[in-house]
């Protein structure tokens, strides 16, 4: 909703800056949390999928706030039969 709120103004700003900050700062820690478990060969849980809370979401936001921006080093398939992006 901020988004909305402060579309073509500059209103806000530095509230979505703190935002995207913290998502980042987020969007690390789960994804870091997630290599882990991946490199442990352990299944995912449903969690990572939550759309709230879960990567899926956070995915989600990223996508939204930042369009056609992609990190290759987070974008490139790590794993034999991958779709390539």
């Known amino acids: 909703m901020l ?3 402060a579309a073509g103004t500059s209103h806000y700003r530095n509230v979505r800056a703190a935002i995207d900050d ?3 700062a987020v969007t690390e820690q789960r994804l ?3 290599h882990t478990r991946i490199d442990r060969g352990e299944p995912l849980t449903m969690r990572e999928f ?3 809370h ?3 979401g956070i995915g989600v936001y ?3 706030r930042h369009p056609g921006i992609r990190s290759p080093a987070t974008c490139s ?3 034999p039969g991958s779709p390539n992006p």
């Open 3 to 5: 988004h909305l709120a």
């Open 50 to 52: 939550d759309l709230i």
């Open 62 to 64: 990223h996508l939204h």
């Open 77 to 79: 398939p790590t794993w």
């Open 32 to 34: 870091a949390a997630a």
């Open 22 to 24: 913290k998502t980042t």
């Open 54 to 56: 879960g990567l899926t």
